[in-house]
């Protein structure tokens, strides 16, 4: 455990933004799952609507830092590519 109180403190904040990112990146995946799940079940709409949202907390995790932007890009792709390949 650190004594200076300078590293203490950085323990502390390394936690608190560690938890975040753990937070947003939770939210990303079962947004994506949300997308997998419409698309297996063949329900176009659904898999739409999941797509416009999974694709919100992507670019939103991008803009905060938590993925890199073509990351992002990748995945909101990879997304719509299987939402398009249903009809």
Do not use: C
Not at 63 to 76: D, E, F
């Amino acid at each position: 455990m650190a004594n200076i109180k300078s590293a203490k403190k950085r323990i502390l904040v390394a936690q608190t933004k560690a938890d975040r990112n753990k937070a947003i990146r939770s939210g990303v995946k079962t947004a994506v799952k949300k997308v997998t799940a419409a698309v297996e079940s063949g329900d176009k709409a659904a898999a739409a609507a999941a797509l416009l949202a999974a694709t919100s907390k992507i670019d939103s995790a991008a803009s905060k830092g938590v993925y890199h932007k073509n990351n992002a890009s990748r995945k909101v792709s990879r997304l719509a590519a299987a939402v398009n390949k249903m009809a």
